[in-house]
């Protein structure tokens, strides 16, 4: 099979998926090695997730390596260009369902012995510390338009040499830092989705497999995780565009 921009994106999502809720499983589950490690493990291993996600996207075919809608959107709207954006999305679908599958079949003993069925949603999709519709929508749109403005802040200073460029190489890094300072940040409020197919998908993936007392995979939640991201992705491009950036 060859290389394209659908495998592309598929596979570096499913590898974003696989590590970021992988690294939540580990600390969340029951009877892992990483029990109770806490917020710190959570969100480096998130931001580990994003640049090993990037470099997979670019490996099997995805230049953009977007591995996120918000991502693919913002670029769109910037570039006035959306001729990718319904491949992307169902390629990044895609990818996030089948990652958050492998993680249950990785931690498969440990379902069973967490009782919590919260703990268990946990490790597939994001939930408000405390629910409240307005403020955690606005979580979600600000974390997701910081998200935006530090990929293209990264992107334009790796191509302006005399500001000392930034080799292309180091870019994913640089983005991985930038996801983790957002979950250390911003991340205690909603869980920092930041990122619409990262939710939506393992979320769907929690609907279906068959998790041993598993509880609802509340869907009365689960649209503020992909529309304040696309929302604020769409206002990040929007202000960009003010500065012609």
Not at 90 to 95: D, I
Not at 120 to 126: D, G, I, M, N, P
Not at 227 to 242: K, M, N, S
Request: aromatic letters at 10%; hydrophobic letters at 50%; one cysteine or more.
């Amino acid at each position: 099979m060859q290389t394209s921009p659908f495998i592309g994106e598929l596979i570096g999502t499913l590898v974003l998926i696989l590590l970021g809720n992988g690294v939540v499983a580990n600390v969340v589950l029951k009877q892992t090695k990483g029990e109770n490690a806490g917020l710190m493990a959570i969100t480096t291993g998130w931001a580990f997730a994003v640049v090993m996600g990037v470099f997979t996207a670019n490996a099997f075919g995805s230049p953009d390596a977007h591995i996120n809608p918000a991502v693919t959107i913002a670029f769109a709207v910037l570039n006035q260009d959306f001729s990718q954006v319904g491949t992307y999305f169902l390629a990044q679908l895609m990818g996030a369902f089948l990652g958050a599958a492998l993680v249950w079949l990785h931690y498969l003993p440990h379902w069973k012995v967490t009782p919590e069925p919260g703990d268990k949603l946990a490790c597939f999709s994001t939930g408000p510390a405390i629910r409240a519709a307005g403020p955690n929508f606005i979580s979600e749109l600000l974390g997701t338009l910081l998200l935006i403005i530090g990929i293209v802040a990264i992107s334009k200073a790796g191509a302006i040499p005399e500001n000392g460029a930034i080799p292309s190489g180091l870019g994913p890094y640089l983005v991985g830092l930038l996801v983790w300072s957002i979950g250390l940040s911003l991340g205690g409020t909603t869980g920092y989705a930041i990122n619409p197919a990262r939710d939506l998908g393992p979320r769907l993936a929690h609907a279906v497999l068959p998790i041993p007392n598993k509880g609802t995979s509340d869907w009365r939640y689960a649209w503020i995780p992909v529309a304040a991201p696309l929302a604020g992705a769409v206002l990040a491009a929007l202000f960009l565009q003010f500065f012609s950036l």
